[in-house]
């Protein structure tokens, strides 16, 4: 019998009966080996032993202001105390003050939010807003792509994730890459936006109801869009009537040195998706920000969706917290002057490290990328695959206190925007000394 309030476990103990009565995602199960975590502050979690670990990866690209953040931490107690739930019928003030803050903070004249409980959810109802409002059915996505892992965004998604689900919901159609996999560069922006133009011929742009892009590619290689792609998107969804969905679920909320990622572009999207630094992950929500033609349709046409939890006071007081550390910590200007010094200081590492094929950051958002042969650029694990060298590497990672996402061929530098310099400079310090063992399989 398993007591529910008795003296802690210990690590050994939380991972067997996690391991037996839960399942991990992702992943194969009898593969699967979790850190215990016991208690984090900052940018540091530990075990229930006390072995500490500098989270550089922000556990899943999420929790943006730090572990237990004081501030974040008594909003959430607060609002449990005074209001832990109302129905999404009902008018909060912590509904009505995120509405308000996240039209004075999101692009251009996006004013209208309909909450979800996340970033999967948040791309489900864009997607069905987009389809109401253009009376269109198709929408248009890329390879390099996640959008999570419900029904839906996982046909939306483009990486192996989607396979076991397919075939998945009706109307998908896949445009190029604009950054191949196995190549250093991207594609030059005249092709990647032609090639855009070539699919739109063939489908009917007037079948098309939207364009979903996550704004920087995150799990899929991290990949950063040259100047004129964004824009050149824009131009050509307003020439087809085609709706520019902006997925910044992972990239938003300071993540990249602006509050969203597209901000780098000064596009304004159409619709666009949020989560993850919505709240730091303290507590589950996401969004799905409109400008006001879109939000206009539903004035005299009933909004065709609704979920238990949607402007959920709990999460909602929380994102307003967590906002309000964003600015008056000024973490969005850190993680820009942070994220040139990891930019700097992964160029120096690289150049000592034959394996390193290519380092791409933007702001506090960044990724290795491994290879095998540095002239070929062959990667060092294949897709959708892992290898011994990359195995060995994750192991290191672990060994010595990094916890960070390593996947196929690379491995991420995503920690939380209260990072200190030194701190930074301590987890750069591990990854230079791990790769020494990646630079062992490099061949010519």
Known sequence: MIETATEAMTGDEMVALCKAHSLYEWSVQTKVDPIPVARAEGVYFWTPEGKRYLDFNSQLMCTNVGHSHPRVVKAIQDQAASLAYANPFMATEPRARLGAKLAEITPGDMSAFFFTNGGAEAVE???????????????????????????????????????????????????PDFHKWGRKEPEP????????????????????????VETVVGS??????????????????????????ADEVMAGFGRTGRWFAIDHWNVVPDLMTMAKGITSAYVQLGAVGMRPGIAKTFQEKAFPGGLTYNSHPLACATALATIAVYEEEGLIERARAMGEILSRRMGEIARRHPSVGSHRSIGLFGLVELVKNPKTYEPLAPFNGTSEPMAALGRFFRENGLYTFVRWNTFFTNPPLTITEAQLEEGLDVIDRGLAITDRAVEG
Do not use: F
């Open 220 to 245: 899929n290689g991290l990949l950063i869009p040259p100047d004129g792609y964004m824009q050149g998107l824009r131009a050509i969804c307003d020439r087809h009537g085609i709706l520019l969905i």
């Open 125 to 175: 109802n864009a997607v069905r807003i987009a389809r109401v409002v253009t009376g269109r059915h198709k929408v248009l996505v890329r390879y390099r792509a996640y959008h999570g892992g419900t029904a839906g965004a996982l046909t939306l998604t483009g990486d192996p994730r989607r396979w076991a689900s397919e075939p998945g919901i009706p109307g998908v159609v896949r445009i």
């Open 189 to 212: 922006v005249a092709t990647a936006l032609r090639d855009v133009e070539d699919v739109i011929l063939m489908e009917g742009g007037h079948t098309i109801a939207a364009l979903l």
